[in-house]
């Protein structure tokens, strides 16, 4: 078991604060897809209002999306903004799934390969990113792989966990080293967390003086201020 510090004393603080968390916010692995192609640049209330929208339309699977028209698709989409560009991604996305035999049943991808090679697979595929190959792999797929965001960066850097200028892979490395091999759910936990007090405290215009992680924070400690003024 690695030592407890750093990213783990961290995930024990906040699980100890906010409690167990429930993440990612979908009713199946394919739902958790879409989401993760369509909360590229933009707020999850506009996802949900684009997924609600692929429900009522009864186009909720690999089937339904690569039988709608794509203009029909683009509409469904629109909420989610960029929404000409998350259409020809999300069907991107459902002819992988196609093509590797899982339409009717995406989370059979999880059979596929190993998890490298299906990173792989997932990052070849058109406007799948890094963040999102992952996240599809951890909460969709139940994968251990750690995923890095905003929040990640920002906590992490403020805490004083991560250095500066860190590549994807890098920072991913830095907390994976931490983990212990194979457990999706603590990666699937702590990402909640670090989800969790993103939104509601290191904002950023933080909110340090009610933040569970203030006594082992180099910014709350003055050690550290953000590179650039940062706005609300
Ligand atoms: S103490 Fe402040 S800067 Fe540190 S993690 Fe909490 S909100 Fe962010």
Request: proline share 7%; with cysteine.
């Amino acid at each position: 078991m690695p030592e407890e510090n750093g990213w783990l004393a961290v995930f024990r603080t906040l699980q100890e604060a906010f409690g167990p968390q429930e993440w990612w916010p979908a009713q199946s692995p394919f739902e958790v897809m879409v989401g993760a192609i369509l909360t590229q640049n933009t707020a999850w209330r506009n996802v949900e209002k684009a997924i609600a929208n692929l429900r009522a339309a009864d186009a909720l699977s690999v089937a339904a999306i690569l039988t709608l028209p794509e203009g029909d698709l683009a509409e469904l989409l629109r909420p989610s903004g960029f929404y000409r560009i998350k259409t020809r991604r999300l069907l991107a996305l459902c002819r992988f799934l196609e093509a590797q035999g899982v339409g009717a049943v995406p989370e059979q991808l999880a059979r596929q390969a190993t998890v490298p090679a299906l990173r792989q697979d997932l990052l070849a595929v058109h406007g799948v990113g890094e963040e999102t190959a992952d996240s599809i792999l951890l909460y969709a797929l139940d994968l251990p792989v750690m995923v890095v965001d905003t929040y990640t960066r920002r906590i992490g850097g403020r805490v004083g966990l991560l250095g500066d200028h860190l590549s994807y892979t890098e920072v991913q490395a830095a907390i994976e080293a931490e983990l212990e091999p194979g457990d999706a759910a603590v990666r699937n936990a702590l990402h909640a967390l670090l989800v969790s007090l993103g939104k509601d405290y290191c904002r950023p215009r933080p909110r340090c003086d009610t933040c569970p992680l203030n006594t082992r924070c180099a910014y709350a400690a003055g050690r550290c201020r953000p590179r650039q003024p940062e706005q609300p």
